[in-house]
C-alpha cells in the first residue's frame, strides 16, 4: 500500500487537552480515508495536521515519505496547488463575496489567469449548486447549508489530487446533498484521493477504502474496511456503532452498512 | 516563591522573543511585498483608504482646534511678558514636533489599532486564518503585511495633514484676534523652524505607525478559541500602543533635543 500521508508518533495539544496523543498512522494514495471517532476524539485536529494548517507540537508528518514541515517554498505551494481542504464550520472569508471566496485561489496560484476565465470556472461550479444568483452576496447571506457547498467548492476550485473533507455532510439539505455526493464521486473516479472526517454512512460507503478509527486522541484501527469488516476489536465495533447511530438501527449490523 | 517568579520572567522573557521574531518577521516579509506576486494589494489599498482616507476628518478638526487654542492662549498670555513672537516656537514645538505625531497615532490607535485587532481576532475563531493557510496564502503576508504597511504609511500622512491643518488652523484664529498676512504668518513660521523639527515629527510618525500596527496585528493572532478574547486584545492593543508610543516619543525626544 503506498503511501500518500504519514504521521509519525504526531502530539498535539491545544491549551490544556491533547487532541492527538502519539498518533502514528499510514494514510494512502490513490485510495480514499474515511476518519471516524465520538466527538472530542481529535479528527478534525488529525485532518488538519495530516494537511499541514496545524503543525505538530512533536512527531513528523511525511508527504510522499518527505517531512511536511521542512518542504521548500515550492514544494509547499504545490502541495496547497494540488489539495483542497473543506472546514467543518466552512470557514468563508466573511468580508469577501462569493465570487471572491472561490476567485482568490485561483488568482493566487495563477495569477496570469484572465477574469474571464476565472469567472467561466467559478459559474460552471455555482450553476449545479443554483447559488449563481449568490455570486455578489456575501457569506452571512447565506445559510449554513449553502455555506458548506461554497465551503467545498472552493477546496475543489483548483482540481486537487487531495481532497480533505471535514464532516462535509451535516446541515446541507437533499438535494444539495445529492449534486455535492456526485461531485465527490466524480473526483474520486478522476483518481482523486479524498481523505474525510465524517460521521455519514452513506458518504463513506461510497468513497472510503480505509478506515481510521480515533479515540481520545488515539489511532484504535487503521485498515482496509474490509479488514475493520473482520476486526475483533469490541472497542472498533462500539466506536463505530456509536458514531453511526443516528444512521442505523439497532439490529442493523453497522459494519453491512458500509459495504451497502 | 522564588520559584513561581522565576517561571514568570522565563514565561515573560519568552512572549518577549516571540513578540521579538513576529516583528522581524513582519519587516522582512514587507520588504518582499512588492517583489512578490502579490494578491495583497487590494488590502493595502482599503487599509490606506480606511486609516487614512476616512481618518481625515476628525483630524483636520483637532488639529484646527488645536492650533486656535494655541493661538488664544499665546497672544493672550505672551505679549504681558514682551514675548509675542515666542508664539511661532511653541506653534511648531507643540504641534510639529510633539501633539502633531502624539495625537495622530491616539486618532489612529482608537480607529484602526482596535479595528485591526477585532477582525483578525474574530478571522481566527471563525477558522479564515486556516482556511488562507489551507490554500496556500501565508497570512502574514496576504493579512498582516498590507495592514502593517497601510497603518504605517497613513500615520506618516495624517501626521503631515495634522501640521499643515494645525498651522493654518492658528493662522485662521489670529485673522480674528490680530489679522496678519497668510505670507508674513508661514514667514514667521519658517524662520524659527529647523530640519529637526521635520524630520523628528516624520521619524515619531514612522515609528507610531510601525508600533501600533504590529500591537494590533499581534494582539489579534493572539487569539486562541473564543470569542470572548477579542474584546481583550483590543484593549490591550490600545493600552499597549498608546504606551508604547508615549515612550518612544520621549526617547526621540530625548535624542533629538538632549
Not at chain 1, 503506498?2 to 491533547?18: D, F, G
Request: hydrophobic share 50%.
Amino acid at each position: 500500500m503506498e503511501s500518500l500521508i504519514e504521521l509519525q508518533r504526531v502530539t498535539v495539544q491545544a491549551q490544556e487537552h491533547i487532541s492527538l496523543d502519539n498518533a502514528s498512522v499510514v494514510i494512502p494514495g490513490n485510495r480514499s480515508t474515511a476518519i471516524m471517532g465520538p466527538s472530542g476524539s481529535g479528527k478534525s485536529m488529525l485532518l488538519k495536521v495530516a494537511a499541514a494548517i496545524i503543525p505538530p507540537d512533536s512527531g513528523r508528518v511525511l508527504l510522499h515519505g518527505k517531512n511536511l514541515q521542512r518542504l521548500s517554498q515550492r514544494e509547499l505551494l504545490e502541495f496547497r496547488r494540488t489539495s483542497g481542504f473543506m472546514f467543518q464550520d466552512a470557514a468563508l472569508w466573511a468580508n469577501k463575496t462569493i465570487f471572491e471566496n472561490l476567485a482568490l485561489p485561483i488568482q493566487f496560484h495563477f495569477p496570469n489567469r484572465s477574469p474571464e476565465e476565472i469567472e467561466r470556472r467559478i459559474r460552471k461550479l455555482l450553476q449545479p449548486m443554483n447559488l449563481l444568483d449568490s455570486l455578489k452576496l456575501r457569506p452571512a447571506a447565506l445559510s449554513e447549508g449553502e455555506q458548506k457547498i461554497v465551503s467545498f467548492l472552493r477546496a475543489i476550485v483548483l482540481e486537487p489530487v487531495i481532497l480533505f473533507l471535514d464532516e462535509p455532510t451535516p446541515s446541507i439539505d437533499h438535494q444539495l446533498l445529492e449534486k455535492m455526493l456526485g461531485m465527490i464521486r466524480g473526483l474520486k473516479d478522476r483518481g482523486c484521493t479524498i481523505i474525510a472526517v465524517t460521521h455519514d454512512a452513506h458518504l463513506t460507503s461510497m468513497i472510503a477504502n480505509h478506515l481510521v478509527i480515533l479515540k481520545g486522541g488515539r489511532i484504535l484501527e487503521a485498515a482496509d474496511i474490509s479488514e475493520v469488516r473482520r476486526s475483533a476489536n469490541r472497542e472498533v465495533i462500539e466506536i463505530l456503532t456509536q458514531v453511526l447511530s443516528e444512521a442505523a438501527t439497532y439490529d442493523t449490523d453497522i459494519l453491512d452498512l458500509l459495504q451497502e | 516563591m522564588i520559584a513561581k517568579l522565576g517561571k514568570q520572567f522565563s514565561e515573560a522573557f519568552g512572549r518577549f522573543l516571540y513578540a521579538a521574531g513576529f516583528l522581524l518577521n513582519l519587516i522582512k516579509e514587507s520588504a518582499l511585498f512588492l517583489r512578490r506576486r502579490q494578491v495583497g494589494f487590494r488590502v493595502l489599498v482599503m487599509q490606506l483608504l480606511f486609516t487614512a482616507v476616512e481618518a481625515m476628518g476628525i483630524i483636520a478638526l483637532i488639529s484646527l482646534g488645536l492650533g486656535a487654542v494655541i493661538v488664544v492662549q499665546g497672544i493672550s498670555i505672551l505679549p504681558k511678558f514682551g514675548q509675542g513672537k515666542l508664539i511661532y516656537t511653541i506653534l511648531l514645538i507643540v504641534i510639529t514636533r510633539e501633539l502633531g505625531p502624539l495625537l495622530t497615532a491616539f486618532v489612529i490607535i482608537a480607529r484602526s489599532g482596535t479595528a485591526i485587532a477585532t477582525e483578525l481576532g474574530n478571522m481566527v475563531i471563525s477558522h479564515e486564518i486556516e482556511a488562507y493557510v489551507s490554500v496556500g496564502i501565508n497570512p502574514i503576508s496576504y493579512l498582516a503585511v498590507p495592514r502593517f504597511l497601510g497603518v504605517t504609511i497613513s500615520m506618516v500622512l495624517l501626521t503631515i495633514y495634522f501640521n499643515f491643518f494645525g498651522l493654518f488652523g492658528s493662522y485662521v484664529v489670529t485673522q480674528f484676534i490680530n489679522p496678519i498676512q497668510l505670507q508674513d504668518y508661514f514667514q514667521n513660521l519658517l524662520s524659527v523652524m529647523t530640519v529637526a523639527d521635520i524630520v523628528s515629527s516624520l521619524l515619531k510618525a514612522l515609528v507610531f505607525g510601525i508600533l501600533i500596527s504590529f500591537t494590533a496585528i499581534y494582539q489579534g493572532f493572539n487569539v486562541r478559541v473564543s470569542t470572548t478574547e477579542i474584546p481583550q486584545v483590543a484593549i490591550k492593543a490600545v493600552g499597549q500602543g498608546f504606551v508604547l508610543c508615549i515612550l518612544a516619543d520621549a526617547v526621540i525626544t530625548l535624542i533629538y533635543y538632549v
